[in-house]
């Protein structure tokens, strides 16, 4: 979600230009301008996976990984073009590998298209739970306390990239970096819903880009998404149409548990 040399300055369309979007040269890119090596677990059993807290909140170090829903049914692979774009079309979930490689998936995780997150099945596995736009905020303000003060188109904070991505694994001129929280952020790149012609649904970014979903929809067809690139320390905040295939990482508690904490701190 490799093209190599793609310059990313996008011209977005007007069904998903945002404030936080315009003339980024981070952003995934919009088409219209310009099973890993482990076992599935079972979803029905709460999972133990790598996860670093950082203030309240505890993420999981991996992207999600899953192949079937938290109730036991299959998640769609959509490795053809035309699978994943009739997903988009029908707004029905699927996940791929990038490249349709098993290979990036093992190091990557797999690319979900939205759908995949508003089944009512449950993408996340027991015990952990999508976040939502104010939590992936949460977690920038978190880190970058000075974020919330930013008044700059797109990023949410211009320091807190390099605290979130892995020393190495991106690409070759990528601005220093050392995963001091542990979020450990490998650039996954993206896959588009579809290109111009509506022929193909093309990757893009593979070790330049990660971008994860959040389960925050906007109005129309898109949601919102948090990015960090290899050129910049900035973390981007954008809405992409939901037939995207982005990563997803998951915060640990359900999430009526999770309002419930956090409620009961505040008071």
């Known amino acids: 979600m490799k093209i190599t040399n793609l310059v990313l300055v996008l011209a977005l369309s007007a069904a998903t230009i945002t404030v936080q979007a315009q003339n980024s040269d981070q952003a995934p890119q919009d088409p219209n301008t310009a099973e890993a090596d482990q076992a599935p677990q079972d979803p029905k059993t709460e999972t133990s996976v790598p996860s670093v807290t950082i203030g309240t909140q505890t993420w999981m170090q991996r992207n999600l990984d ?14 053809s073009d035309s699978a994943w774009m009739a997903a988009a079309e029908n707004e029905t979930p699927a996940w791929c590998y ?3 490689d098993p290979a990036n998936g093992a190091v ?4 979900y298209n939205w759908f995949a997150l508003k089944d009512t099945r449950g993408l996340a596995p027991l015990g952990w739970h999508l976040p939502a736009d104010q939590e992936w905020t949460l977690l920038i303000n978190t880190l970058d306390t000075s974020a919330h003060l930013l008044q700059m188109g797109g990023a949410e904070s211009v320091n807190a990239g390099p605290w979130l991505k892995t ?3 991106w690409k070759e001129g990528a601005v220093e970096a050392n995963n001091s929280s542990g979020f450990t952020a490998l650039p996954g790149g993206y896959r588009v819903h579809w290109n111009i012609e509506k022929t193909a ?3 893009f970014a593979l070790t330049e880009s990660a971008n994860w979903w ?3 929809p906007t109005a129309g067809t898109d949601a919102w998404l948090r990015n960090v690139y290899y050129k910049n320390n900035q973390v981007k905040k954008y ?7 982005f990563s997803v990482r998951c915060i640990q508690g359900e999430l009526e548990d999770f309002w419930k904490d ?3 701190q505040n008071k």
């Open 98 to 100: 990038y490249n349709n």
């Open 201 to 203: 649904a093309p990757f």
């Open 167 to 169: 020393a190495e694994g």
């Open 239 to 245: 809405f992409f149409h939901r037939g995207y295939g």
């Open 66 to 79: 899953v192949v079937t829903f938290r109730n036991g049914d299959t998640i769609p692979q959509a490795a």
């Open 262 to 264: 956090n409620n009961d």
């Open 108 to 111: 990557y995780g797999k690319l």
């Open 214 to 216: 959040s389960s925050t």
